[in-house]
């Protein structure tokens, strides 16, 4: 069984920093492509950033500059480090990663369950 879990969310004020985390867990071959995405209520699901292994970073225009997103591949792990944090920044963010399971010859897209950013004073 293969899965991602979130962890790192929680509520801060504006201009503070929070970074998630989005581990890997399972029979792991290989991971390809990782995500964020969030939802804000009312609001479709968005792309916040996107890192492969041979593409430079993608990252939604509302975000860039404040967002890095990293990974360890030793580890299976995503990171999101969020700096300068908006209200508008408020939403349930979610891992997104394209993995190889063992035996298998092809990548399958899994989520995490979210984790919950809330920027307020």
């Known amino acids: 069984q293969v899965q991602l879990v979130e962890s790192g969310g929680g509520l801060v004020q504006p201009g503070e920093s929070l970074r998630l985390s989005c581990a890997a867990s399972?029979?792991?071959?290989?991971?390809?492509?990782m995500a964020w995405y969030r939802r804000a209520p009312g609001k479709e699901r968005e792309l916040v950033a996107l890192i492969t292994s041979n593409e430079p970073t993608t990252y939604v225009d509302s975000v860039k500059g404040r967002f890095t997103i990293s990974r360890d591949n030793t580890k299976n792990t995503v990171y999101l480090q969020m700096n300068s944090l908006k209200p508008e920044d408020t939403a349930l963010y979610y891992c997104n990663a394209y993995l190889k399971r063992t035996g298998s010859y092809i990548f399958s897209e899994y989520w995490g369950r979210g984790t919950q950013v809330t920027v307020s004073s």
């Open positions: 399972g029979r792991i071959f290989s991971v390809g492509r």
